[in-house]
């Protein structure tokens, strides 16, 4: 859905480089145009709002129309998505051909995401439900008969207790900090961008930073946030927010007034590897993309079926998540996306959320005056500037209400029974989101293909020669 993923080529530049793809892309258009003629007698104007090439001032080749009309399908790869594609992306499109629009939502591995990344939960699924889960995820559910067993419930701990002691010795030895696996791991690791917002996370901190300092925090819940994520090489303001999260953790990290209470981490050269140490340390999982951009995240699944609650927008797979595992079970903030649609036709304002919120004018001077880069007030004025600008992404007008949720989240992590039938149904209801059911769906409605019986009786010499 982000303008840069919708590419539009400059037709000289293509006609240079491609003179022969062109001709066949202007016979495809030829025909395209011909189905339209006949659907829409004398309207020029669909006409010209469909076809491959862009002739409103310097003429392109419109690269999602070609695939629009070249292909079989058009999959949305979560239910928010497939009906974003089809009522804002491609209304036109999916009017002249509903059948070609479908929806199968993502999904990850269970057999890496749980029985490789997080052997002591596999151990204890296997012990009380049986091994089937690997291969059939919806078994997963028979775990919440064990909900309110206080010793089952202790025994799930202590997994996720096992899985935070290695992320912290990993932590310890890659960037020298010590964490204490006893406090509550707040953890938002994917590709660094502003739509995904690692920023309103950073700004949030320097929030709980300032009421630590001022003695008004409300609950005392010790937190170690950890960031992990990596920078496309070109892209600017990424690499500025990974500077700023570095300057906070900076900050927080040598002020005393912060021990036992806040620690914040980068993990360099985030990975898949890494990414199997992190899922199941991970209490909280932050899911805080501005609604609307998000495509599907699949990290936000990978969180769930390892036991973290999530705090998350409306967005992506979020929606499905936090009706599968109960909205009680889910930490829900900010604008919807017809919410955000709404603020940006009527002309978006951040100053008129920031006059509202006295925390927020704190952070933002805190900032500006150089207290998380050395005195230096230039280098994140950038940054700075695009909060306040006209921000596609709409950081300021989600920030109090992921403030108080968190208010909200450190509460519920005071009643450890509580959060830990809450982590323990978020496994059991996660079934959904395993990658088995996604191609299954791939198979019936896109592929149209039928399982192949396998015979496993054959000579194992046959595969390893
Ligand atoms: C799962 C995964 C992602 C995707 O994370 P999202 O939160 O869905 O953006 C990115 N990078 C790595 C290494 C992953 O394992």
């Known amino acids: 859905m982000l303008p840069e993923a919708l590419e539009k080529w400059d037709l000289h530049l293509f006609n240079d480089l491609l003179p022969r793809h062109l001709e066949i892309i202007y016979e495809i258009n030829w025909r395209f145009l011909q189905q339209l003629r006949l659907r829409y007698p004398g309207d020029d104007k669909i006409l010209r709002k469909l076809s491959i090439i862009d002739e409103d001032g310097s003429k392109s080749v419109r690269m999602a129309h070609l695939a629009t009309i070249g292909a079989h399908h058009i999959n949305g790869v979560a239910a928010l998505h497939s009906d974003l594609i089809k009522r804002q992306l491609l209304p036109e499109f999916a009017e002249l051909w509903p059948e070609k629009f479908t929806n199968v939502t993502n999904g990850v591995t269970p057999r890496r995401w749980v029985a490789l990344a997080n052997p002591g939960l596999a151990d204890l699924l296997d012990k009380e439900i049986g091994s089937s889960w690997i291969t059939d995820m919806k078994q997963m559910e028979n775990l919440e008969k064990k909900q309110n067993d206080l010793n089952f419930l202790e025994k799930f701990q202590e997994t996720k207790l096992l899985g935070k002691r290695k992320l912290s010795n990993y932590i310890h030895t890659k960037t020298g900090i010590l964490v204490d696996p ?20 950073a700004l949030q901190i320097i929030a709980q930073y300032i009421r630590i300092k001022n003695g008004t925090s409300e609950t005392k819940a010790p937190r170690t946030i950890i960031f992990g994520g990596k920078a496309a090489p070109g892209y600017f303001m990424a690499k500025l927010m990974i500077r700023f999260i570095n300057g906070i953790a900076d900050v927080v990290n040598s002020d005393p007034d912060m021990d036992g209470l806040l620690r914040v981490v980068f993990l360099p050269d985030y990975n898949v590897k890494l990414g199997e140490i992190v899922y199941p340390a991970t209490d909280l999982s932050e899911q805080i993309s501005t609604a609307g951009k998000e495509a599907s995240g699949t990290g936000n699944m990978k969180f769930a079926m390892n036991g973290a609650l999530t705090i998350g927008t409306l967005d992506g797979a979020n929606v ?117 059911r996604a191609i299954k769906e791939y198979c019936k409605s896109i592929w149209k293909v039928v399982p192949m019986p396998v015979d496993i009786t054959c000579d194992i010499e046959e595969f390893t020669n």
Not at 374 to 384: H, I, R
Not at 399 to 413: E, G, M, P, R
Not at 415 to 420: A, L, Q, R
């Open 182 to 201: 006893a406090s509550l791991f707040d953890v938002q690791v994917k590709r660094i961008h502003q739509y995904k917002r690692q920023h309103l996370n």
């Open 320 to 436: 499905e998540l936090r009706e599968l595992v109960k909205p009680e079970n889910f930490f829900l903030f900010g604008k919807t996306e017809s919410e955000i649609m709404k603020l940006k036709n009527k002309g978006y304002s951040p100053q008129s959320f920031i006059k509202n919120s006295d925390e927020l004018k704190e952070v933002l001077r805190l900032i500006e005056i150089g207290h998380f880069s050395n005195g230096d007030k230039e280098l994140f004025k950038p940054l700075l500037n695009s909060l306040k600008g006209l921000d596609p992404f709409f950081v300021m007008a989600d920030f109090d209400d992921y403030l108080n949720t968190q208010d909200i989240v450190s509460k519920a992590w005071n009643d450890k029974k509580t959060w830990n039938k809450m982590a323990l149904l978020n496994t059991a209801r996660s079934g959904y989101f395993s990658s088995d």
